[in-house]
């Protein structure tokens, strides 16, 4: 019989996993109840008409598409199913897909529901999106986005609070990160200066698999996509600039002198900075040239997030994106937001052990079965522990000490409870301590303050 498996770039969680995914899912919970956001969920499967087109050519291909129930085939002619043309084939055979991030949702929520939302609207979201990727170390094909987004206002001071809030979790985390900051309208800028303002998302697509694929490989992939050599060369100095923040963009000045939407980047980003630098920010912030962010929809600021302790991907990123609900039919509405690659970040965290030693939230106490006299005594005891707060359970069975004992030890429960015909008489319980085998007679009232 053949073993059970799994699809490649999925993975399972034992409970000690999610223990510490949770931490990580409160954690970013916490920060956005902080600033006010509020949660809201949306489909795993969206209509494809929703999905295609909002990520880029190279987004719609990792999109993970639905067959139609019953009949798939009864719209598909027999000279349709001949051609083998995947794409027109994928058209009459899937009307949904899986979602591919909580954007395009979010965005597709907010125009359905407009007369029930007060704008601006703060939401977040909490779910699992899926991707048709290769899957390799940080990569997955599902894994969790943690999003938070602020649609409804055109002020710069939402970029500011999200850098705020990407810190903020990231110190509670104890991961030491680096913030780095981009603006689409400063890549356009710089498409305009070297000739090719028609060419911003074959440019933009390529320059941000510089840190993959580097410099050398990105000139090749902008040559096959048509981009000239004369602007090719034009390019190199820009994506080679280097100093701090403010050298960048001096030098960016004057690069993108003649270009007023370069230039109004360059304001949208020193706004944003020196209102950061009023405020206690521990991670560095860096205005890095490269990033771009591949997904089109992006037209303001970009963020992205790298771990300084650990080779992987970005474990953050998002910016601002504002046309995204007028593919809906609802132009004119701003929103910027970021996402926390909550699977990336559990992989820092495991690599680098950096989660408290009280993080697994376990059982705290275990009460030993020795038969139905002391179910009945222990029964009330342990219900009135749990109203305390106190996690407990008793062993469903009458078994062997050492079986129960040993449960206790796979599950590392620090406390065990004995109770025996001595222990009822008295109105008592045997508390045993699992680390030290330390063991002392309580009053139930007494056993609650000392497990605390």
């Not at 390529?206 to 000139?219: S, T």
């Not at 495991?350 to 009280?358: F, G, I, R, S, V």
């Not at 376990?362 to 079965?369: E, G, K, P």
């Not at 429960?413 to 001595?422: F, M, N, S, W």
């Amino acid at each position: 019989m053949q073993k059970p498996t799994i699809p490649q770039g999925t993975r399972d969680f034992s409970p000690q996993e999610m223990a510490k995914r949770n931490f990580i899912f409160d954690t970013i919970r916490d920060v956005y109840h902080l600033y006010g956001y509020r949660q809201i969920e949306t489909p795993a499967v969206e209509n494809l008409a929703t999905l295609l087109g909002k990520y880029g050519e190279e987004g719609d291909k990792l999109l993970f598409k639905v067959l139609n129930s019953g009949n798939f085939l009864s719209k598909v002619t027999d000279e349709e199913l001949q051609s083998k043309d995947t794409l027109k084939l994928a058209g009459k055979l899937c009307e949904k897909g899986l979602r591919y991030d909580l954007t395009v949702p979010f965005a597709r929520y907010v125009v359905m529901h407009r007369n029930e939302i007060t704008f601006p609207f703060r939401r977040y979201q909490i779910q699992p999106v899926w991707r048709a990727d290769r899957p390799q170390k940080g990569r997955y094909r599902e894994f969790y986005q943690c999003d938070a987004d602020v649609v409804g206002s055109d002020s710069l001071l939402n970029e500011v609070e999200l850098i705020q809030m990407m810190d903020e979790v990231f110190s509670r985390l104890r991961i030491r990160v680096a913030i780095k900051m981009n603006n689409r309208k400063i890549l356009t800028g710089i498409a305009e200066v070297i000739g090719e303002q028609d060419r911003i998302v074959d440019i933009t697509v390529a320059i941000d698999k510089l840190d993959k694929i580097g410099l050398e490989q990105v000139n090749v992939e902008l040559s096959e996509k048509g981009i000239s050599r004369q602007a090719i060369e034009r390019l190199q100095p820009i994506l080679q600039l280097s100093g701090s923040n403010n050298e960048k963009l001096s030098a960016l000045k004057q690069i993108l002198a003649a270009s007023a939407t370069g230039m109004n980047g360059i304001r949208e980003i020193e706004y944003i900075l020196d209102k950061v630098g009023l405020l206690s920010i521990g991670s560095g912030i860096e205005l890095d040239l490269k990033l771009a962010r591949g997904l089109n929809y992006y037209t303001g600021a970009i963020f992205e997030v790298k771990a300084l302790d650990v080779q992987i991907g970005s474990i953050t990123g998002g910016g601002r994106y504002d046309s995204l609900t007028g593919v809906f039919g609802m132009p004119g509405v701003s929103g910027v937001g970021i996402s926390f690659g909550a699977d990336r970040i559990f992989d820092v965290m495991n690599q680098l052990d950096l989660y408290p030693a009280a993080v697994s939230r376990t059982t705290q106490v275990l009460f030993v079965n020795f038969g139905e006299n002391e179910e009945n005594y222990i029964l009330p005891i342990i219900s009135q522990l749990r109203k305390k707060g106190i996690r407990a359970e008793l062993f469903p069975e009458q078994a062997k000490l050492k079986k129960q004992l040993s449960y206790a030890d796979a599950n590392a429960i620090p406390y065990v409870v004995l109770v025996g015909e001595d222990e009822i008489q008295g109105g008592r319980v045997t508390l045993k301590d699992m680390q030290t085998g330390e063991q002392m007679q309580l009053s139930p009232d007494e056993l609650s303050d000392h497990i605390r």
